[in-house]
């Protein structure tokens, strides 16, 4: 059994800064790519960023140049990094990880936090 705990969320004035974090735990053999996904009201889940586990990034083009992605290998955790919010970045974050829970292949599976709310809002 694998559990992902989310933390950092919050109520930010425009402009300003959040730090989000997402802690792996449970029967995990190798983690693969973790990643960040945002989900507005009325609005479908979309990719924010993502860490491949050979430290290769991407965003999406909202939010490139404001938003951080990294990751601790040690503690199985990822991070995003947001500065220059603006309204629009609010919604609720979740943390996605891809990851092997023994040896074998077919033990790959993907997992979700349970979402963490980011308000952007004076």
């Known amino acids: 059994q694998v559990q992902l705990v989310e933390s950092g969320g919050g109520l930010v004035q425009p402009g300003g800064s959040l730090r989000l974090s997402c802690a792996a735990s449970g029967f995990i053999f190798r983690i693969n790519n973790m990643g960040w996904y945002r989900q507005a009201p009325g609005k479908q889940r979309e990719l924010v960023a993502r860490?491949?586990?050979?430290?290769?990034?991407n965003y999406a083009g909202s939010v490139k140049d404001r938003f951080t992605i990294s990751r601790d290998n040690a503690k199985n955790t990822v991070y995003l990094q947001m500065v220059s919010l603006k309204p629009e970045d609010t919604a609720v974050y979740y943390c996605n990880v891809d990851l092997f829970t023994d040896w074998r292949p077919s033990s790959r599976d993907d997992y979700w936090g349970q979402g963490t709310q980011v308000t952007v809002s004076s």
């Open positions: 860490i491949m586990a050979d430290g290769s990034t």
